[in-house]
């Protein structure tokens, strides 16, 4: 069964903190994604890495960055927390070789900004 | 702009009933599209899909028909079951017949509750 796990579940940090949200995937995957979910909004891709090293926006990037050091882990960064910025992050990650795959989901991040 | 979408945010169904759940989309470069179920405080797991080239795929009490000319997809659920109440995403993706990184665009979700 692929695993994708998440740091915490829960994390409550202060307007203008630095958060750092962690993923790492046991299947040896090459593609790895961060979203955030909100009510009536669904998914949005804010990154994501097709390889160690590699890194490209999607929809909403702004105040985000991220980092892929190692094939299995992908963090999400919040350089200056903001009250906006509350919201379910998840990760996902699928392979990429040969065809299409679903993504595979970790439990997710419940983050509030006070 | 919304390229995915589901305009029904919620959608009660008595249980053993049908219940159908729709997705449109914009973009004609789509070709695949799949579902995905999300229980609170979980992440989204996978449920079904279908690539352009069909208009049909089945699993078991699930079915997702794709009506390309109409640019729209629906989930149908027989005979719904109480562990069917969640929130349903429908996803889309360009790439299916050549691309790299499987990058999905989601839907906003429908909320699917199933009466006893």
């Known amino acids: 069964d692929v695993k994708v796990t998440q740091s915490s579940r829960y994390l409550v940090k202060r307007t203008g903190e630095k958060v750092f949200l962690e993923c790492v995937q046991d299947?040896?995957?090459?593609?790895m994604f961060w979203y955030r979910q909100d009510p009536g909004l669904g998914l949005r891709l804010i990154y994501f890495?097709?390889?160690?090293?590699?890194?490209e926006k999607g929809d909403i990037p702004e105040g985000y960055s991220v980092s892929r050091e190692k094939k299995e882990r992908f963090s999400l960064i919040l350089e200056s927390a903001s009250t906006n910025q509350t919201s379910m992050y998840l990760c996902?990650?699928?392979?990429?070789?040969?065809?299409?795959?679903?993504?595979?989901f970790g439990p997710g991040t419940r983050l509030t900004v006070t | 702009d919304q390229q995915v979408k589901q305009n029904s945010p919620s959608l009660s169904v008595q249980e053993g009933r049908i219940s159908i759940l729709n997705c449109d989309y914009t973009n004609s470069m789509f070709d695949y599209f799949l579902w995905y179920k999300k229980y609170p405080a979980e992440g989204p797991t996978f449920l079904i899909s279908i690539s352009s080239i069909k208009d049909k795929n089945e699993d078991g009490r699930f079915t997702v028909f794709l009506n390309k000319s109409a640019k729209h997809l629906s989930l149908h659920i027989v005979p719904s079951q109480p562990g069917d109440s969640a929130v349903y995403f429908c996803?889309?993706?360009?790439?299916?017949?050549?691309?790299?990184?499987?990058?999905?665009?989601f839907g906003t979700g429908t909320l699917l509750a199933i009466q006893p």
């Open positions: 299947m040896d995957h090459e593609n």
């Open positions: 996803a889309a993706s360009v790439g299916y017949y050549g691309g790299a990184t499987n990058k999905l665009i």
């Open positions: 890495s097709y390889d160690v090293k590699m890194k």
């Open positions: 996902a990650s699928s392979p990429r070789t040969g065809g299409f795959y679903e993504q595979y």
